[in-house]
C-alpha cells in the first residue's frame, strides 16, 4: 500500500533495545515459531504478553525470560478455538490496565489440520482450522485495536504460509484459512492507513523446524530446517519502529 515495496525486513539487525518501551502480544507464544519470537522481542527490551494455551508452555517462556536482562513477560492463558465473548474482552481490559496501550499483536497461533483433497475434507475439521486460524485472529485484533489506537506507532503482524499466497493440492483448510488472512490484513491496512499510525501486514516464516513442520511434513529431515530462533529478525522489523508506515505488505521471513 505505502512503502512496502522497498521494504526488506529480512535485511534488519535488531539493535539490543530496538523494542524498548513497547508492549508487544504474540499467540502461540509457548512453542515453535511464537515461543521464538517472543524471546527475541523481550531481549529487546519489549514487554511481551504471551497468548497460548497450554499453560506449562507459556510458563517456561515467561520463566527464561525473567532469567534473562531483558523486557518483562506477562501471561495470558486463551483457547483460540474455546475462548467467547467474556475472555476476549477480559484481555483487552488486562492489557490496557497494566500497559495503558498496545504497540505491537502478532497473530502466530494456528492449527493444521489435515493434508486431504477438498473432495475428503473432514467439514467439522474445516471449521475449526477456519475458527483457529482466522475468526479468532478477526475477534483479538477487534477487541485490541482501542489498546493498539492508543499507541503512537502500533503494529499489527498475521502470519501467513506459502500455501496462502499461492494455493496447493491437499492443503485444504490450512492454505484456504492463510488466504483468508491475507485478505483480512489488506482489508484492515486499507482501513486504518488514512486514519491511524497502525500499521497490518502479513509475514510467511517460511520452512521452519517446529512440531507443526513435522506434522506436516512426517518424512522430511527436520535437521535441514532452520530453527525458528533464526528467523527472528524479520519478525522484530515488522513488530518495531523501523517499519513505521509500512503497511499493507505480505512479506517472507527466508530467502528461498
Ligand atoms: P507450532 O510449533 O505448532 O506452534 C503453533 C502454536 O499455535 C502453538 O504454540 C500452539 O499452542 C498454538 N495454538 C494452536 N491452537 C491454538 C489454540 N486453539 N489456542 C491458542 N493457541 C493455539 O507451529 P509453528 O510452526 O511455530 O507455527 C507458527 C505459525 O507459523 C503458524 O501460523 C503457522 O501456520 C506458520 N507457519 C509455519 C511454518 C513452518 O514451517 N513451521 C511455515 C509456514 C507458516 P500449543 O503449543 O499449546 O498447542
Given at each position: 500500500?505505502?512503502?512496502?515495496?522497498?521494504?526488506?525486513?529480512?535485511?534488519?539487525q535488531?539493535?539490543?533495545?530496538a523494542?524498548?518501551?513497547?508492549?508487544?502480544?504474540?499467540?502461540?507464544?509457548?512453542?515453535g515459531i511464537?515461543?521464538?519470537?517472543?524471546?527475541a522481542?523481550a531481549?529487546?527490551?519489549?514487554?511481551v504478553?504471551l497468548?497460548?494455551r497450554t499453560?506449562r508452555k507459556?510458563?517456561a517462556?515467561?520463566?527464561?525470560i525473567?532469567?534473562r536482562?531483558?523486557?518483562t513477560?506477562?501471561?495470558?492463558?486463551?483457547?483460540?478455538?474455546?475462548?467467547?465473548?467474556?475472555d476476549?474482552?477480559t484481555?483487552?481490559?488486562?492489557?490496557?490496565a497494566r500497559?495503558?496501550?498496545?504497540?505491537?499483536?502478532?497473530?502466530?497461533?494456528?492449527?493444521?489440520?489435515?493434508l486431504?483433497?477438498i473432495?475428503?475434507?473432514?467439514?467439522p475439521?474445516?471449521t475449526?482450522?477456519?475458527h483457529?486460524?482466522?475468526?479468532?485472529?478477526?475477534?483479538?485484533?477487534?477487541v485490541?485495536?482501542?489498546?493498539?489506537k492508543?499507541s503512537p506507532?502500533a503494529?499489527v503482524?498475521?502470519?501467513?504460509?506459502?500455501?496462502g499466497r499461492?494455493g496447493?493440492?491437499?492443503?485444504?483448510?490450512y492454505?484456504v484459512s492463510?488466504?483468508?488472512?491475507?485478505g483480512?490484513?489488506?482489508?484492515?491496512?486499507?482501513?486504518?492507513?488514512?486514519?491511524t499510525?497502525?500499521?497490518?501486514?502479513?509475514?510467511n516464516?517460511?520452512?521452519?523446524?517446529?512440531?507443526?513442520r513435522r506434522?506436516?511434513?512426517?518424512?522430511?529431515?527436520?535437521?535441514?530446517?532452520?530453527?525458528p530462533?533464526s528467523i527472528?529478525a524479520?519478525?522484530?522489523?515488522?513488530?518495531?519502529?523501523?517499519?513505521?508506515?509500512?503497511?499493507?505488505g505480505a512479506?517472507?521471513?527466508q530467502?528461498?
Amino acid at each position: 500500500m505505502n512503502d512496502s515495496i522497498d521494504f526488506d525486513p529480512r535485511n534488519y539487525q535488531p539493535t539490543a533495545a530496538a523494542l524498548e518501551g513497547r508492549t508487544i502480544l504474540i499467540t502461540g507464544a509457548g512453542s515453535g515459531i511464537g515461543r521464538a519470537v517472543a524471546l527475541a522481542c523481550a531481549a529487546a527490551r519489549a514487554n511481551v504478553v504471551l497468548v497460548g494455551r497450554t499453560l506449562r508452555k507459556l510458563e517456561a517462556v515467561h520463566a527464561e525470560i525473567s532469567a534473562r536482562d531483558s523486557g518483562t513477560a506477562t501471561i495470558a492463558q486463551l483457547d483460540l478455538e474455546r475462548a467467547i465473548a467474556k475472555d476476549y474482552d477480559t484481555l483487552a481490559a488486562a492489557v490496557l490496565a497494566r500497559f495503558g496501550r498496545l504497540d505491537g499483536l502478532l497473530h502466530n497461533a494456528a492449527l493444521l489440520g489435515n493434508l486431504s483433497a477438498i473432495a475428503d475434507y473432514d467439514v467439522p475439521l474445516f471449521t475449526r482450522v477456519m475458527h483457529v486460524n482466522v475468526t479468532a485472529a478477526f475477534a483479538l485484533t477487534q477487541v485490541l485495536l482501542p489498546a493498539l489506537k492508543k499507541s503512537p506507532d502500533a503494529r499489527v503482524l498475521f502470519t501467513s504460509s506459502s500455501v496462502g499466497r499461492r494455493g496447493r493440492a491437499y492443503w485444504g483448510a490450512y492454505a484456504v484459512s492463510k488466504f483468508a488472512i491475507e485478505g483480512l490484513s489488506q482489508t484492515l491496512a486499507h482501513e486504518l492507513g488514512g486514519s491511524t499510525k497502525i500499521t497490518v501486514n502479513t509475514i510467511n516464516p517460511g520452512a521452519t523446524r517446529t512440531a507443526m513442520r513435522r506434522q506436516a511434513y512426517p518424512a522430511e529431515d527436520l535437521e535441514k530446517l532452520p530453527l525458528p530462533e533464526s528467523i527472528t529478525a524479520p519478525y522484530l522489523a515488522l513488530l518495531g519502529p523501523v517499519s513505521r508506515g509500512v503497511t499493507g505488505g505480505a512479506f517472507d521471513a527466508q530467502r528461498t
